[in-house]
């Protein structure tokens, strides 16, 4: 329960800053903070986590991760369904206060509500096929930083840094395209307060395309980083 606990609260901590900067913060008049503060704002929620939790759950915070952690030998199947649940609850409760934050202004509009989206609903018009190759290549791409920076013959202490800085240069590259989710937690947390309903109609993609980006990322390191017997 402890862990499922870590991992309820540091989900909530990654989608209330980084969500939470891009609703509140991004597009502030003159002082907007951009996607540059956007995706250091998911950057820091992880590294900060990672050295308040990680030593409690491993600090995943994100159903991708878990299952590419599994994937790659360092997760037991069996607690998959309670990380997952803790993550996507942690997520949720973070969209909720994000909500009542953000709706305390007199002129809110929800809009997207920091969702993912691809096509009419992508920052920058990107079409499905774009959204889908993203998200998988991205979400690849962080497992093999979080599995390598985590090997015990990386450096010691320092594996926070690597990954958050992944995920912040993750960020920097894909906005545009999705938002950026590579964590379905993430995704489902917003698009249920964004209007329309096209967030919810679209969130499919990312769920699918974080998993399989996870497993190929993880067994793309089991590949290249499995010593010789």
Same mark, same amino acid.
């Given at each position: 329960?402890?862990? !499922?606990?870590?991992?309820?609260?540091?989900?909530?901590?990654?989608?209330?800053?980084?969500?939470?900067?891009?609703?509140? %913060?991004?597009?502030?008049?003159?002082?907007?903070?951009?996607?540059?503060?956007?995706?250091?704002?998911?950057? !820091?929620?992880?590294?900060?986590?990672?050295? %308040?939790?990680? =030593?409690?759950?491993?600090?995943?915070?994100?159903?991708? @991760?878990?299952?590419? !952690?599994?994937?790659?030998?360092?997760?037991?199947?069996?607690?998959?369904?309670?990380?997952?649940?803790?993550?996507?609850?942690?997520?949720?409760?973070?969209?909720?206060? /994000?909500?009542?934050?953000?709706?305390?202004? %007199?002129?809110?509009?929800?809009?997207?509500?920091?969702?993912?989206?691809?096509?009419? =609903?992508?920052?920058?018009?990107?079409?499905?096929?774009?959204? /889908?190759?993203?998200? @998988?290549?991205?979400?690849?791409?962080? /497992?093999?930083?979080?599995?390598?920076?985590?090997?015990?013959?990386?450096?010691?202490?320092?594996?926070?840094?690597?990954?958050?800085?992944?995920?912040?240069?993750? =960020?920097?590259?894909?906005?545009?395209?999705?938002?950026?989710?590579?964590?379905?937690?993430?995704?489902?947390?917003?698009?249920?307060?964004?209007?329309?309903?096209?967030?919810?109609?679209?969130?499919?993609?990312?769920?699918?395309?974080?998993? @399989?980006?996870?497993?190929?990322?993880?067994?793309?390191?089991?590949?290249?980083?499995?010593?010789?017997?």
């Amino acid at each position: 329960m402890k862990q !499922l606990g870590a991992e309820f609260f540091g989900t909530f901590w990654l989608v209330l800053g980084g969500c939470g900067s891009a609703v509140l %913060a991004a597009g502030f008049p003159e002082l907007g903070i951009g996607f540059v503060g956007v995706s250091l704002a998911f950057g !820091l929620t992880v590294l900060t986590m990672a050295y %308040a939790i990680g =030593h409690i759950s491993g600090c995943h915070l994100n159903p991708a @991760v878990s299952i590419g !952690l599994w994937a790659g030998g360092r997760f037991e199947a069996a607690k998959l369904p309670g990380y997952i649940i803790a993550q996507v609850l942690g997520a949720l409760a973070a969209g909720s206060v /994000l909500y009542l934050i953000a709706s305390g202004k %007199a002129d809110f509009i929800a809009g997207g509500f920091a969702s993912n989206g691809f096509g009419e =609903h992508s920052p920058g018009g990107y079409s499905m096929t774009s959204a /889908l190759i993203c998200e @998988v290549v991205m979400t690849a791409m962080f /497992l093999i930083v979080i599995l390598g920076a985590t090997d015990k013959r990386a450096p010691a202490g320092f594996a926070p840094i690597a990954i958050g800085l992944c995920l912040t240069l993750i =960020h920097l590259i894909s906005i545009p395209v999705t938002n950026t989710s590579v964590n379905p937690a993430r995704s489902t947390g917003v698009a249920v307060f964004a209007d329309g309903g096209w967030a919810l109609s679209q969130l499919w993609l990312f769920w699918a395309a974080p998993i @399989v980006g996870a497993v190929i990322g993880a067994a793309i390191y089991r590949f290249i980083a499995e010593e010789k017997k």
